[in-house]
């Protein structure tokens, strides 16, 4: 369970931790924009498409 809140004390392990959360966050917010156009046509509210999105990626309206 060590380094899921924050990183562990390992530089290694701290270093791809960060890598991991700054292209995770980043990759999720660029699909916002088309989750949003495939959202909004399944009839979800623009709030619960941008947090499944930021959660799950682009693809988690595919499963709806």
Do not use: F, Y
């Amino acid at each position: 369970m060590a380094g899921l809140i924050r990183p562990s004390g390992n530089r290694l392990a701290r270093a791809l931790w960060w890598i991991d959360v700054v292209l995770s966050v980043g990759a999720h917010a660029a699909q916002i924009p088309a989750a949003l156009k495939e959202g909004r046509a399944g009839g979800h509210s623009d709030v619960k498409i941008a947090a499944m999105t930021m959660l799950l990626g682009a693809t988690w309206w595919r499963t709806q």
